[in-house]
Nanobody
Framework: QLQASGGGLVQAGGSLRLSCAVSGRTLGAYTMGWFRQAPGKEREFVGGLRWSDGSPYYGDSVKGRFTLSRDNAKNTMTLQMNTLKPEDTAVYYC?????????????????WGQGTLVTVSS
C-alpha cells in the first residue's frame, strides 16, 4: 500500500515536499516513482528511484528542481520540489514496481497510491 502526503498550496518559486510511505512490502527489489496529472492534461512522469541503491532519475520538466530520496528505516520516499512553477500544479501520484530499471511509462508501474494535490500560485 502506498500512502502519499504533503501536497498543498505554495507560491511560485517556493518549495514543497511530498512523501510516499509504503507498507506491507520490502522495497529492496523495487523501483518507486511519481507521476503527475494536471487538469485537462495527460499524466506525466516526474521521477523514479531505484530502491536498492537509491539512484534517482527525472523527467525533463523537473530536472534540476526536484530531488528524490529514500529513508530505508521508514520505508518512505520523499520528493523535494524546489523553485516551483504554476505549471507544476497537478495531482501527484506515488507509484512502485518490481525491478531495477529506468521505468518512465505508466503501464510499467503496478502499484499506485492515491493522489495528492499540489497547487502553485503565480
Amino acid at each position: 500500500q502506498l500512502q502519499a502526503s504533503g501536497g498543498g498550496l505554495v507560491q511560485a518559486g517556493g518549495s514543497l515536499r511530498l512523501s510516499c510511505a509504503v507498507s506491507g512490502r520490502t522495497l529492496g527489489a523495487y523501483t518507486m516513482g511519481w507521476f503527475r496529472q494536471a487538469p485537462g492534461k495527460e499524466r506525466e512522469f516526474v521521477g523514479g528511484l531505484r530502491w536498492s541503491d537509491g539512484s534517482p532519475y527525472y523527467g525533463d520538466s523537473v530536472k534540476g528542481r526536484f530531488t528524490l530520496s529514500r529513508d530505508n528505516a521508514k520505508n518512505t520516499m520523499t520528493l523535494q520540489m524546489n523553485t516551483l512553477k504554476p505549471e507544476d500544479t497537478a495531482v501527484y501520484y506515488c507509484v512502485a514496481t518490481w525491478g531495477y530499471y529506468t521505468y518512465v511509462k505508466e503501464n510499467q508501474y503496478d502499484y499506485w497510491g492515491q493522489g495528492t494535490l499540489v497547487t502553485v500560485s503565480s
